[in-house]
């Protein structure tokens, strides 16, 4: 047993309101720069849609992840063979406009261009070339575009949904979508890492964050490949690769990262969870089907003495064991269940785990005749005086979560490799835990139902008045479950206290005794 | 042998091989970071895949067979002892020559006209581009009217080379050599030297380590055995790190 911290995240999908702020915290951070304009290492999708860069999850066109070769997995579309006989041109790399050509506008033209016949305007023009250009695509072009036929239509995951369920999703009056945040999963079996020729990437031992050491970094582009998830990034103009840091200087001061701090709708949570690293190999060549029980079962309980005393032994600070059972992440993703992983099928085995939403799925539950319906709308208000469309009654329980607006299956394709009964769990907790609290503040449900309907999602009242707590209620402390980095010991998790003590102070990097080069 | 001869085929490459070695380390400990070759397929990838594929194959087998008749002379030769083996190592040099050529060509051609690959183009990129495309185009003509270069190279110039390396040089055989064959000799010698400044320098950060290295990379900041141990001495060195 090989017990580490990691740290992990849960973005609760049914709070996302796509407001795009964790987006702009983190660009104006990091990526506020020449060659990364373009890029987003914390980005919000529309789904269904294409996502960024389009079509991502497409692995026939990217090649990224691992696949399983018998009992072994390996990475697919770089690795020790790839990784190298690739590497004069990458056939698998995305191209820029893959993501979208990075632009302004010539604002200054407003102000001072000469006396003409013609109002004068500000042409975009490239932030590559510098030359005018027509905007073909941009940071979240497909924003809100459900059941558009050049985005939603076109997302990988409906492949598994059948043509009806495809076409029901799509009818202009049922149309329903959800965002989906994305950031770097810092995962347990990077296949960024593996694909690295220089070895510039690494994972971090003490917390698990995956980082990419600039100098070392020579550009060979393959970890933009390995990468299913399409979290690293290349600089175009420093020839180096980038990705999220989870914004480990913050981490390391006991703050949340960017992103999550300045969530307006509180979706983000962060914590350490304890795991088995000797485990991980096993767990990423599991059979397609139980890809997400062996990822979750190398979690280990930080309440266990065994546990407890191996992590020890293992060099993890009391401080990081008792955040471990504090954390959020952990009582989503293990106590709960109900927070799933993003395509466990690329066997990276990702540590940001997402709750998936409910709303869309339990607004509409009725098949009625349209013509009939069309008769019946209010002209000016351009509502239907019934509840054709939505009915929040909740007398059929469960009912509407088989009738759902979203197609289970393209959830599962999403979220548990297509195995829809784990997704259906998880909407049938998030559904009870709604009920209970309806009973509770509004009363118009009986308490034996709401009882009733605890118990067949597998939840007890107790339980669900915790859920409840974590999910609308709480702090910014129970969100964000940080350990100390322990300066005590490492100055930054990159030195060592040692090495700067008597140093010449701010801005240098040798020690004063050093001589010569 | 004149001084300016002498300072050709002895000064030259002395000064080529001195700037090569002290440069290239220079460069690699005072700017790592920019030890690369700035890849430029994320801006435009189809056309670099017909310049840049046929440009290292052609180059690495050429190179190769440079090498070959600098390290085992007397092999060459016995195997060109044969006509027919002579003809099949003479036509694979030059497919593999052309094949250089055209990659070349392509890459660079790529590189004056596309505007987002011209925006990550500095001097020496054009530099470095214009003489390699002079080397190929003077070895494919030496190749073509002074034959048979594997059997010459192997025979006379290799002594050369030796002679210089071993720094008792000895440039006799290349002042008789015709005028392309010594413009080739400098050029080489300039590519040599301006390596430690232009994106060459990726040749010398080849990842070949990569294939003995296990996939997953985990760096402890500190030994994690010894850091909750209070009766450990505490140590100066940092453990493993980059």
Known sequence: MDIRSQISMVFHLDKCIGCHTCSVACKNIWTDRKGAEYQWWNNVETKPGTGYPTKWEDQSIYKGGWEKKGDKIDLKGAGHRKSLTNIF???????????????????LDLIESGPSSDQPTARPVSLITGKPMNIKSGPNWDDDLSGSPDYARQDPNLEAVTPAEKEALFQLERMAMFYLPRICNHCLNPACVASCPS???????????????????????????????????????????EKCILCFPRIESGLAPACMHSCVGRIRYLGVVLYDADRIHEAA??????????????????????????????GVADSTIRAAQLSPTYKFAKVWKMALPLHSEFRTMPMLFYVPPLLPVMASIKNVDQSAQKEKMNEKAKVWPDKWLYDTSTDELFGTIHQARFPMKYMAEMFSVGDENKVEEVMKKLMAVRIHRRQVTVGDISEEKAAETLAEAGLTAEEAEEIYYLTSLAKFDDRFVIPAAHREQAMELMEFAGDKKGDTGFGFKDGTAKRGL | MNFFESFLFVGLPYLALGVFLIG??????????????????????????????????????????????????????????????????????????????????????????????????????????????????????????????????????????????????????????????????????????????????????????YLGRPYQRVIWNWDRKKVRNPKERWSPTRPRNN
């Open chain 2, 24 to 209: 290239s380390i220079w460069r690699y400990r005072g700017n790592g970071y920019k030890v690369s070759s700035l890849s430029s397929q994320f801006l435009e990838g189809k056309r670099l895949f017909w310049g840049s594929i046929p440009f290292h194959l052609g180059l690495i087998v050429v190179f190769l067979g440079h090498l070959l008749a600098f390290l085992i002379p007397a092999g060459v030769l016995a195997w060109n002892a044969h006509p027919l083996r002579l003809l099949i190592l003479e036509i694979t040099g030059y497919a593999f020559g052309l094949s250089f050529l055209v990659g070349l060509g392509q890459l660079f051609y790529r590189r004056i006209t596309n505007p987002r690959i011209q925006a990550v183009t500095n001097e020496m990129d054009l530099i470095i581009e214009l003489l390699l495309l002079v080397q190929v185009i003077l070895g494919l003509c030496v190749a073509i009217f002074y034959r048979w270069g594997s059997s010459w190279f192997a025979s006379d110039l290799t002594p050369y080379l030796w002679s210089i390396l071993l720094f008792r040089p000895d440039p006799e055989a290349v002042l008789a050599m015709p005028l392309l064959v010594q413009l080739h000799i400098i050029n080489a010698s300039l590519i040599i030297l301006l390596i430690p400044f232009t994106r060459l320098m990726h040749l010398l950060v080849a990842p070949f380590h």
């Open chain 1, 199 to 241: 070895g510039a990437i690494y994972k971090r031992g003490e917390d698990g964050v995956v980082l990419i050491n600039q100098d070392v970094c020579r550009g060979w582009r393959m970890c933009i490949t390995a990468c299913p998830y399409k979290k690293t990034y290349y600089n175009w103009n420093s020839g180096k690769s």
């Open chain 1, 285 to 314: 060549s599991a059979p397609d089907h139980e890809l997400v029980d062996a990822h979750l079962n190398i979690i280990l309980d930080p309440f266990d003495e065994e546990v407890i005393k191996a992590a020890k032994e293992n």
């Open chain 1, 89 to 107: 041109h990458n056939p698998h790399l995305p191209q820029i406009d893959d993501y979208y050509e990075p632009f302004t506008y010539k604002y």
